[in-house]
């Protein structure tokens, strides 16, 4: 079955240490992404790539970095920089081309840091 | 630049009852417009979407919403609720470069038994 893994689905961390987010797709999608969700709030972008070797940085990309090595694959490391990193963290992929930006997500990774 | 508001943070209705979830965007050219929802604890999952072909769009789960361009509105409805809506709902419009979504706040539907 195509879809888009993330792992784990909880994890924790204390305060001060960098954490990395997986996320895998078989979709051969181009486009992917990452989000990050806080109770009672929409979706806020952090990074995309539209393709592989490249990256943008999304509306609150501060704290965060990511890689793009691979088609199928494209982590998150939340760093120390991050001042609040507690927060529900989605992945999500697109096709970027046919189907206009009909975005895929994937199940989400709960970060709790303490 | 694009933005999508959802009218309501929290929706009440009863089971059987008609569901509307609002949505309005901000364009002078029709986007795509997009309705996901998300169920506690999971990512999320597209329902329906326009994309400029007919403006009543039907979707999973007996969802639907129509394109309305006068009104610059893409308002989801359910004629009947059932207790397995319960879920939050977004609203997401193409940006204006068309690699983004631009999100709504989303909405969280409570069926009442």
């Known amino acids: 079955d195509g879809g888009i893994t993330q792992s784990p689905k909880y994890l924790f961390r204390k305060e001060g240490q960098n954490v990395t987010l997986s996320c895998e797709q078989n979709l051969n999608h181009d ?4 989000y990050r969700q806080d109770p009672g709030q929409g979706l806020r972008l952090i990074y995309y790539s539209q393709i592989v070797n490249d ?5 609150i990309a501060e704290g965060y970095s990511v890689s793009r090595e691979k088609k199928e694959s494209f982590p998150l490391t939340v760093t120390s920089a991050q ?5 529900f963290y989605l992945c999500a992929s697109s096709s970027g081309s046919a189907s206009p930006l009909e975005q895929y997500f994937g199940p989400g990774t709960r970060l709790t840091v303490t | 630049a694009q933005s999508v508001t959802q009218l309501g943070s929290h929706v009440s209705v009863s089971e059987g009852a008609l569901v509307l979830l609002r949505c309005n965007y901000s364009s002078s050219v029709p986007p795509y417009l997009f309705w996901y929802v998300q ?3 999971q990512g999320l999952q597209l329902l329906l979407k326009y994309t400029s072909a007919a403006t009543l769009v039907k979707g999973i789960n007996g ?5 309305k361009k006068s009104e610059t509105s893409f ?3 359910k004629p009947s609720a059932h207790m397995s809506d319960a879920a939050e709902y977004f609203c997401a419009v193409t940006s204006d470069s068309n690699y983004q979504l631009i999100w709504g706040a989303g ?7």
């Open chain 1, 55 to 59: 990256f943008q940085k999304g509306d």
């Open chain 2, 39 to 41: 169920y506690p604890n």
């Open chain 1, 83 to 87: 001042k609040n990193p507690t927060a």
């Open chain 2, 63 to 67: 969802f639907e919403a129509e394109f």
């Open chain 1, 31 to 34: 486009a992917m992404y990452w």
């Open chain 2, 107 to 113: 909405t969280k539907l409570i069926i009442k038994p």
């Open chain 2, 75 to 77: 308002h989801l409805t």
